[in-house]
Structures are given as C-alpha cells and as structure tokens.
C-alpha cells in the first residue's frame, strides 16, 4: 500500500518535554511538509522539505524542529518552547510532475498531540 | 500575500440535493488549485487537482472548476448523500522562486441529512 504514516495517533506531553512526531512516505515523493490544525482554523505551514537534508520554515516554525535524512521521513519535534502545542497535525507530500513542479498533495492520518 | 476564502463556513441540505461550494483566492497567479475532503479527526483526503490553465475536473459526482482570472473555484456535488457529510477545504499552490506551497481555505462544514 502506498502512502503516508504517521505516529502516534496520539500523543500526550507533560509541560517543559519535547516530544518527537513520526511521519513516513512511500509515495517516493521530494517535498515534504507539516501543517498544524487548529479548531475553527485552516491548515497552518510549520516546515517543509523539498530535498533530502534541507528544509525551510514555515509560518509557525517558533518552536519547533524538523529534520529530513532520509527521503521518506520526516520527523517533526515539538519542543518546550511552543507555548501552544495541543492541536492535531498533518504529515503530507507531494511529487514532482510534468515540468518539474509539485503536483498533488497527499497527506497522513494526523497526530493529535495533548499538553497535559 | 496569498488568501483563500470559503463560502459558506457550514451548509446543510437534504439528501439528494445538488450543492456548490465555493473557494475565491486573492493572487490569480496560482499553478493548481486542490479540494480535499477531511472527516472529524481524519487527515485530508485529495478529492480533486485542477491546474491552472485547465478549467474543470470531474471525479464521479463531483466537478470542480477553475476561473483563475476571477480568483475562483466551485466544487459542485451531484445527488448528495449522509456519506458526502463531511468538511471540504480548498488549497492553492503557489511557486515563490523555486518554493512551493499550499494555501488552505478554512473549509466548508456540509452536512446531508436523511
């Protein structure tokens, strides 16, 4: 089956832990992203990645970190520096179509993270 | 800065109604435009991917349309059904330099009653 894993499906932190969110493709595709969801809110860009071992921010990047070793994952750490981290997020990619653009994007199952 | 809007934030019709939702983008020079589908706590699921020099794709029930001029997307949904209950974003991709993204609408609650 081809596609996008993503875990835990959930995950409950303890103020001042870093906790580290699993996501893996199959799909072969470069880029990468992670989007984070919010209630009543749209999808909002954290990270993403369009080559092995580089990435750029996002609009929320504050308080996260994301590496990209390997092409088919992309792990994504929450740290203690986020002030805000319940929310649920989003693991997709995207391949590299005709003239070499992005075309569709798929995404995982999501994590839904709990601050306790 | 790219904006994209959806009208209305929640519908709900009867089943067997058709239906249109729409997505408006404020930058016209957008390379696609997608329609995922997400159910409660659920990913998003890709309903549909328009480029931007075409003008409709059709999937079953489903035909979306693009006028990229007038910033504007429809997402029609043929004979609906309690299944087709769910929430409906739109997204544009946009290159800055080689950079690519995905601009999300904040959705559209339809729900199709019995």
């Known amino acids: 089956d081809g596609g996008i894993t993503q875990s835990p499906k959930y995950l409950f932190r303890k103020e001042g832990q870093n906790v580290t969110l699993s996501c893996e493709q199959n799909l072969n595709h470069d880029a990468m992203y992670w989007y984070r969801q919010d209630p009543g809110q749209g999808l909002r860009l954290i990270y993403y990645?369009?080559?092995?071992?580089?990435?750029q921010k996002g609009d929320i990047a504050e308080g996260y970190s994301v590496s990209r070793e390997k092409k088919e994952s992309f792990p994504l750490t929450v740290t203690s520096a986020q002030k805000n981290p319940t929310a649920f997020y989003l693991c997709?990619?995207?391949?590299?179509?005709?003239?070499?653009?992005?075309?569709?994007?798929?995404f995982g199952p999501g994590t839904r993270l709990t601050v306790l | 800065k790219q904006e994209v809007t959806q009208i209305p934030a929640a519908l709900s019709v009867p089943e067997g109604e058709n239906l249109v939702l729409n997505c408006s983008f404020t930058?016209?020079?957008?390379?696609?435009l997608q329609w995922f589908r997400q159910d409660p706590g659920k990913g998003l699921t890709s309903l549909l991917l328009?480029?931007?020099?075409?003008r409709e794709q059709t999937s079953g029930r489903l035909n979306a349309s693009l006028d990229k001029s007038s910033g504007r997307s429809t997402l029609y949904i043929a004979a609906s059904q309690p299944g087709d209950s769910a929430t409906y974003l739109c997204?544009?991709?946009?290159?800055?330099?080689?950079?690519?993204?995905?601009?999300f609408g904040t959705g559209t609650r339809l729900q199709v009653t019995l």
């Open positions: 328009i480029q931007s020099s075409q």
């Open positions: 997709a990619s995207s391949g590299l179509g005709v003239g070499g653009r992005y075309n569709e994007q798929f």
């Open positions: 930058d016209s020079a957008i390379y696609n």
């Open positions: 997204a544009v991709r946009y290159y800055t330099g080689t950079a690519s993204k995905l601009t």
């Open positions: 990645s369009q080559i092995v071992n580089d990435f």
